[in-house]
Each structure stands twice: as structure tokens, then as C-alpha cells.
């Protein structure tokens, strides 16, 4: 079983839709949890982080369900910028002296058409 | 624009000979990362650098060689790679490890092993 599962897509939807993409992890000890975007050939962007509590930044809203190991993100109002690929993104913190290992699910691409 | 500065953006390179990758970020970071990714594939993790010092060998191949000069610079010298190597190389830092903090990623380094 990967670490972080997430649909690959595209989700192809048009200008103005709200979409959703899930994303689930196995390492019950993940500390802290990220969804980023990268574009074609670019650098991983943080998008969001995210908490249990749920979050929202503007059109996007996020939220972790840690006893289902559990994240999702909501995009409201589609734009053609938003089209990317988007990265669910698990921390898990090995212990003092080490460092964070960041570990990626493979991403969603999300293709917004006029 | 990034604040996670690397150079060059761009490297062709023969089997036999050695070159190095260059990382610089001026946020006053203190944890800084080496993230390897190949195509349609999410970033894989390398090293990790905690106050200078390595941290995590995510069990990479010799021919890769991290250095943390200072808090500010971090290199990956290159030797005798192998075409499978070739790949965007990322560099990333975070303000510390262990707070569950974003890491922020330069541009990359677009890596070819002729």
C-alpha cells in the first residue's frame, strides 16, 4: 500500500465548478499535513496546510480526519489558473536530530476548461 | 519568485564527469532538503539537513554527495552519474524540523545524463 494515495484523475471541469479531491495515508504517525500545486514542469507551490479543525484560504478549504487518515481539499469557483496538479503531502517527524520527511501522494491533475 | 535560489537551471552532463548543484535561501532557515523527481512522478526525498548537519541519507547512491557549507548554501556535488539519474533536482527549506513546518522548494535543477 503506498504511504499517500490520491486519485491521479484529471478531473476535467469547467470554469466556475466546485471540485474535490480526497487523499489517504497509512503512517498513523504523520504529524502535519500540506496540500501543494505544481504546474507543468515547475516547482511543488504550498498551497495550504492543514488541520483537523478544518481550514480555508479564500476559494480553497481544507480538512484532515486523523482516526480515518484522511485529508481533502475543496476548490469553489473554478478558475483556468487553478488547473494543475495537486499534492496531497504527509509529514512524519523520525524522532530529535533527524529532519521532517516530507512524503508526496502521486497527485491529482485538474484541468479547468472555459 | 522563489526564495529558494538554485543554480544551475539546466545541466547536460557526461558519465565521467562531476559537476554540483547549488542551493541558497536568505529566510534564516534551518533545515534544508534535497528532493529528486523524475517525470509524472511526485518528488522523492534524498537528504536532509538539520543546523548544517546531515540528518537523513534516505539511502542514495555515493556518486551523490550533499554539503552544508553554512545555513545558507547547500550543494550536491555529482560523479560518474548514470542516465537513470537524470531528473529535476529540488532543493527545499523549512524553518526548523520537528514543528511540522511547509517546506518551501526552489525552481529546480533540470538534470541530463548523456
Known amino acids: 500500500r503506498k504511504e499517500v494515495e490520491q486519485d491521479p484523475g484529471p478531473f476535467n471541469v469547467p470554469e466556475g465548478a466546485t471540485v474535490a479531491f480526497n487523499c489517504t495515508y497509512s503512517?498513523?504517525?504523520?504529524?502535519?499535513f500540506f496540500w501543494y500545486r505544481q504546474d507543468c514542469r515547475k516547482e511543488p507551490k504550498l498551497l495550504m496546510s492543514?488541520?483537523?479543525?478544518?481550514n480555508e484560504d479564500g476559494r480553497f478549504t481544507a480538512q484532515l480526519n486523523r482516526a480515518s487518515q484522511y485529508i481533502s481539499l475543496l476548490i469553489r469557483d473554478s478558475k483556468l489558473s487553478d488547473s494543475a496538479t495537486y499534492l496531497c503531502v504527509v509529514n512524519v517527524f523520525p524522532g530529535w536530530g533527524s529532519g521532517d520527511k516530507l512524503t508526496f501522494g502521486t497527485g491529482t491533475r485538474l484541468a479547468v476548461r472555459p | 519568485d522563489t526564495e529558494v535560489t538554485q543554480t544551475p537551471k539546466h545541466l547536460v552532463m557526461g558519465m565521467t564527469n562531476k559537476k554540483s548543484l547549488k542551493c541558497e535561501q536568505h529566510?534564516?532557515?534551518?533545515?534544508m532538503y534535497w528532493y529528486k523527481q523524475k517525470a509524472k512522478k511526485p518528488p522523492e526525498l534524498m537528504f536532509v539537513?538539520?543546523?548544517?548537519?546531515?540528518?537523513i541519507n534516505e539511502s542514495v547512491p555515493s556518486r551523490f554527495s550533499p554539503e552544508c557549507p553554512n545555513s545558507s548554501l547547500l550543494n550536491l556535488h555529482l560523479h560518474a552519474l548514470q542516465p537513470e539519474d537524470s531528473a529535476l533536482y529540488l532543493c527545499?527549506?523549512?524553518?526548523?524540523?520537528?514543528?511540522?513546518?511547509?517546506?518551501?522548494f526552489g525552481d529546480g535543477t533540470r538534470l541530463s545524463i548523456l
Open positions: 492543514v488541520y483537523s479543525s478544518g
Open positions: 529566510m534564516g532557515h534551518r533545515a
Open positions: 539537513y538539520s543546523y548544517e548537519k546531515l540528518s
Open positions: 503512517n498513523s504517525a504523520s504529524q502535519s
Open positions: 527545499a527549506s523549512s524553518q526548523e524540523t520537528g514543528k511540522g513546518q511547509p517546506q518551501h
